[in-house]
């Protein structure tokens, strides 16, 4: 069972999150003194059950189709969607790490404001981007396309970057049917200032020349998606431990040839334990999927504040005429607040997976923090104040023991996955 949004706006986030009012779990043996995880403990751990199965996408009809997937794989990897030829997804989303970026901010066309997130597992995402302004992946797929400081494209060159190559528009066909036709029809997007050429050209535009643009459009998405909807990591050290304490006890999960060391143990206990790192971090995903203030100095950033606005007035959403179920999309769309309070939502971000965190650095969507060992040092004892909205009152500084801290890093470090398959890491044969 999965454990998104039901504690959304209460809960804490990122990392080992330090609250006030929760009583610590009890270690001491239960069963005699064979057994060192209590009930509780060994519930909290429970949660984090590994599932590599994605949730299913209503609002894509092709999310699990493999022509479409391998489509997307190409399209992920496809340069001649940016305005230089050189820029794809994979360009930031590097799949040697984690599918995501080795620096703090990107550089596409310009360098971008934000750390770029892993894409594996993001299948079982709630939201996507760190402020959550897209709510589906295929919709979190055309962002980047025309963001003028990363791919700088609009949708009608994309189209035709697509209709231009004979396999990859053939390929596009068997999933979707045919390509629109661009003759006569300029390089436009709706997305850029009002006296931009592209803004004047889709202005020219009549509307069902743009509904057409915009299907095609959305089938970029879709296809991406369907590609990294199998990029879902498999079991690492921690699940096989895991599955081995809980199913045979102790002593199965201590006998493996690669079980958790005392000192990775020692961490799990503090993450289910004293640390609360749990509260945020749960589930198969290790992800509460909230959002929340969390401190850090650095540039203002509104964060969730303009996520939702962005998301409601957002075509693509997963309520809007391109969405393959508007109705489930607009029950997810419900749930938002109405009219977000800025005291409640400026300068937050999403909690992240922990699956494979120890492979993704840096960290925070601000890249910056370079270590898990200077993540876990900010929880236990450097928290600052944020340049916008308010810290999350119940975050409190840890006071961990420096051995602790490294504990923690230790557990941290046995959920790095193994990575996709080496098909799924490179442009595919069409």
């Not at 596409?108 to 894409?119: D, G, N, Y």
């Amino acid at each position: 069972m999965r454990y998104v949004l039901a504690m959304r706006f209460l809960l804490l986030a990122l990392f080992a999150t330090g609250c006030a009012g929760d009583d610590p779990v009890d270690l001491t043996p239960t069963d005699g003194g064979t057994n060192p995880w209590s009930e509780e403990a060994l519930r909290r751990i429970e949660r984090m059950r590994h599932d590599p199965t994605p949730r299913p996408d209503p609002s894509n009809a092709v999310a699990d189709d493999p022509a479409a997937a391998v489509l997307g794989q190409w399209l992920f990897f496809d340069t001649s969607l940016s305005i230089d030829g050189e820029v794809s997804c994979a360009s930031c989303h590097q799949p040697d790490h984690g599918f995501s970026d080795t620096v703090p901010l990107s550089v596409a066309q310009e360098e971008l404001p934000r750390h770029t997130p892993p894409v594996w597992n993001t299948a079982d995402n709630e939201w996507f981007f760190w402020d959550g302004r897209k709510d589906t992946q295929w919709s979190q797929a055309l962002g980047p396309i025309e963001n003028a400081k990363e791919h700088g494209f609009n949708r009608v060159a994309a189209i035709r970057a697509v209709a231009e190559q004979p396999d990859v528009a053939a390929a596009y066909e068997e999933v979707f049917g045919p390509l629109p036709d661009l003759q006569g029809v300029p390089d436009a997007t709706p997305l850029r200032p009002s006296d931009d050429p592209w803004a004047l050209a889709w202005e020219q535009l009549d509307e069902p020349t743009r509904h057409e643009i915009d299907v095609a459009f959305s089938n970029i998405g879709k296809a991406i998606a369907a590609y990294e909807r199998q990029l879902m990591t498999g079991p690492t050290r921690f699940d096989v431990w895991m599955q081995a304490l809980l199913d045979e006890g102790p002593a199965a999960a201590a006998a493996l040839p690669d079980a958790l060391t005392a000192e990775e143990q020692r961490g799990l206990e503090l993450f289910v334990g004293d640390a609360n790192c749990h509260l945020c971090h749960f589930g198969p995903d290790l992800t509460n999927e909230a959002f929340h203030n969390i401190g850090l100095e650095g540039p203002i950033d509104n964060g969730r504040f303009n996520g939702i606005l962005d998301l409601v007035s957002d075509p693509f959403n997963a309520a809007g005429d391109y969405s393959d179920d508007p109705a489930w999309g607009a029950d997810r769309l419900a749930r938002l607040p109405a009219a977000p309070p800025a005291s409640e939502t400026l300068g937050q971000f999403k909690v992240p997976s922990l699956r494979g965190v120890g492979q993704s650095a840096p960290y925070f969507h601000d890249g910056s923090h370079e270590t898990l060992e200077a993540v876990v040092a900010y929880y236990s004892r450097e928290l600052t104040d944020p340049p916008v909205g308010h810290r999350e009152e119940s975050l409190v500084i840890l006071d961990l023991l420096e051995e602790d801290e490294a504990a923690l890093v230790a557990f941290l470090r046995s959920l790095d996955v193994p990575s996709p398959p080496d098909e799924l890491l490179a442009p595919p044969d069409l």
